[in-house]
């Protein structure tokens, strides 16, 4: 049987991406004593392992395809085939961000204030390009962990992934410079990805991925309008392209479906009531397909 080997980010993105791939319509069981985690499909053999050292299996084709960041594909400068880009991270559907900070009262202003300076960071990689790129001449030194607590006793500066930059506000740092974006990929190997049917087996998985990304967010929306209220309904609902009307068995009425942003439904409802919507129903989305 044909399969494709995948990996699965171990980590901080390991629980959203299960409830990705759920949403996608595949069951990821992870044992905590097990690196395979099971999935509901013959054709796919999991392994879990840390996002840092993903692309470089895959570069190597010990993994056909991986999900990992793609700060990690920079850092380890995976020659990797991009196939989809997947926004997600552990709290949101938004980008991570790699930042350079410092503690609150510290001189470094600038990154050219980091000249001879030490510097903690787990993307030792990442932070020497963009030092390089500047022209600033400074001490890299691998964090294991914890590295915002790092400065100021052990370091002058840390090159940190953040999300919302909560952890470097309690640990008292701020943020100098941003260095990249980041967000989830979904990346194969060039030798997997001319096989004809593992590019078709990858296409088809990251188009399912992709899908549950697009919909994230968004909810659906149903509503019968009398015909006399249809123009100024319609001009209400914003949508991915233009709502769906459709004649009612009534003569007289119309049915739109539609799919807005989750976060203005709770202003939109009320307008599309007082102008003429009766039946509003709004449901979640898994999965759009573009």
Sequence with gaps: ?????????????????????????????????????????????????????????????????????????????????????????????NP???????????PIQTVKDLEGKRIATEAVGLAKQYLAKHGVSA????????????????????????????????NNLRIVDEIMKSTTQFIANKDSYQDIWKKSKIDRLAMLLKSVIIASGKV???????????DKVVALLPSMKAPTVSHLKTEGWYAINT???????REIIPKLKESGAEDIVEFPLNKVVE
């Design 259 to 265: 799919i807005v942003d989750e976060k203005v439904v």
């Design 220 to 230: 659906g929306l149903i509503l019968n309008v009398p015909e006399s209220s249809l």
């Design 139 to 170: 001490e890299v030194e691998f964090s294991w962990g914890a590295t915002e607590v790092k400065p100021p006793h052990l370091a002058d500066a840390i090159i940190e992934i953040t999300e919302t930059g909560s952890s470097l506000r309690a």
């Design 96 to 106: 991570v961000k790699w930042v350079v900070a410092v503690p609150n009262d510290s």
């Design 1 to 93: 049987m044909n399969y494709i080997k995948l990996g699965i980010p171990k980590g901080s993105l390991e629980e959203a991406t299960v409830e990705v791939f759920k949403k996608a319509g595949y069951v990821v069981s992870i044992s905590s004593r097990s690196y395979y985690p099971s999935i509901d499909d013959p054709e796919i053999q999991c392994q879990l392992l840390r996002p840092q050292e993903m692309a470089r299996y895959v570069e190597k084709g010990l993994l056909d395809a991986a999900i990992t960041g793609l700060d990690w594909v920079v850092e380890n400068g995976a020659d990797v085939v991009r196939v989809a880009e997947l926004v997600y991270s552990k709290q949101s559907f």
